[in-house]
């Protein structure tokens, strides 16, 4: 049986790429999809979804348009990573008429309480600020889940998680949503965090080879995924997959090694965003349970699956 998972975006390229390599892989089920702003604006996103959903022929995806700002600030969208539209600016056609749930946030938890206790994965490539309106709303929800697979943090505990991506400290999903992920952070639910500790490792990046090779391939999907990521790699050369990395967490937890470790979030202004590890010997009131961080890939065999995956047809 696939495993059924819902997963709540921003869209970026990344978030593009992940969604591709889901629908791709034969042990998921994708159920719904929610958005949320964060790379752009949330109507933007669902746009983005659309598009791609298109693309790969999943017409029955529920898709829910969730949260239009951060809980408690303004958005900052980072166009100038994923794009004006966050798609790289890619020129796709337009999404074909679909329903789209105006509360992605109800269409969440709908979902989750419709299934069996544990048979859902949520797994979060955005901001979390969808996630902690619904455990907010519906305080069973956490419990309901199999886990929560979060992209986002950099918890210092490998050299590529030593600093941010945002701020020389903080990762972008949490630095735009600080106040939701402390909450969704110290919620009952079992979380793997995917941070940047191993999204940053270069091995476990898409390079321009890759991207060429599948290419040569002359699907519609190997030329929607060149078409999306042109700009980064002419800019860096590679492409890097932090979010397909919390898509294969969640079916494969054999590719990742974790620690268990409580996490603080900086919701100050001078540290805004910044994840910090709690060892138990520092502070014996330190609240909040342990939650599985990643800290180390198995970088070839996540790009052999990714690659594989993407290029099936
Ligand atoms: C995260 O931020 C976004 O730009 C990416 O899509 C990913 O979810 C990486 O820090
Ligand atoms: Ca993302």
Redesign the pocket.
Known sequence: MPRKIIIDT?M????ALALIFAAKLPEVQIDAVTTVS??VHVDQATENALKILDVLGKKNVLVGRGAAKPLARSHVH?QE??GRNGLGDSGLPEPQLRTVYDDGVGLLIQRVLAARKGEVTLVT??PLTNVAQAFTREPRLADRLDRVVI??GAYGLTRYGRGG??TSEA???IYEDPEAAEIVFHSNARITAVG?DV?MNPSAALTRQHIDHLASKGTVVSDVIRKVTANMVSRWGLV?L??PIAIAAAVDKTLLRTEKHMVDIDVTEKGIGRTTIIRRDESSSATGHEIDIAVNIDAKRFIDMFLEAVASS
């Not at 970026?12 to 978030?15: A, E, I, L, W």
């Open positions: 921003d970026g390229v990344d978030d964060g790379n980072s990573i994923h490539i955005g992209m986002g991506n945002v990762e972008y999903n940047l999204t890097y932090h979010d």
